[in-house]
């Protein structure tokens, strides 16, 4: 999983069209989780404010999803994380555009119990889009304003 291939263009293309422009009670895509503390938190705008540890997304979907589904998946997967004060992650929403099911996948376990964050200044929303594309990966980081909309940041 090192090749990055996938036009930038074409991921936030499909990125952006498949994000609810509605943010309807805090989740930003239409498949949603249970058990995240929403009662306040901040979204990335314009640049990266909440670091991954030594164990990216990547690594950690590598490394827990089944070996048959790490093989086998293509498309986009995006992911909205809550980061709370001490790191932990929270799935709250995500949008499957791949060719398995969300079921399958067991996301929200994977990422609830695998992906830490250094410590962020105040709980943050993290929006991560994964494209697959057979041995390529590629992942973005995307923030949100209200000048800019939803945009790749860095």
């Given at each position: 999983?090192?090749k990055?291939?996938p036009p ?8 952006l069209?498949?994000?609810s422009?509605?943010n309807?009670?805090?989740?930003i ?6 058990g ?5 938190f901040?979204t990335?705008?314009?640049?990266i404010?909440?670091r991954e540890?030594?164990k ?8 827990n999803?089944?070996?048959e ?5 293509k498309g ?10 001490n790191?932990?992650?929270c799935l709250?929403?995500?949008?499957n555009?791949?060719n398995?099911p969300?079921?399958?996948?067991n ?5 609830d119990q695998n992906?830490n964050w ?5 709980k943050?929303s993290v929006?991560?889009a ?12 995307i923030?949100?304003?209200s000048e ?7």
């Amino acid at each position: 999983m090192s090749k990055l291939k996938p036009p930038l263009n074409k991921i936030l293309f499909l990125l952006l069209f498949s994000i609810s422009f509605v943010n309807q009670a805090q989740n930003i895509f239409d498949e949603k989780f249970e058990g995240c503390n929403t009662d306040r938190f901040a979204t990335e705008k314009d640049a990266i404010e909440v670091r991954e540890t030594n164990k990216d997304l990547i690594y950690v979907l590598a490394n827990n999803l089944e070996t048959e589904n790490v093989k086998k998946i293509k498309g986009l997967l995006s992911f909205q994380i809550i980061v709370d004060l001490n790191g932990k992650s929270c799935l709250l929403s995500v949008d499957n555009d791949t060719n398995i099911p969300t079921k399958k996948l067991n996301l929200k376990e994977i990422i609830d119990q695998n992906l830490n964050w250094e410590k962020p200044t105040e709980k943050t929303s993290v929006i991560i889009a994964i494209m697959f594309n057979g041995a390529s990966v590629e992942k973005k980081r995307i923030g949100m304003s209200s000048e800019k909309g939803f945009h790749q940041i860095k």
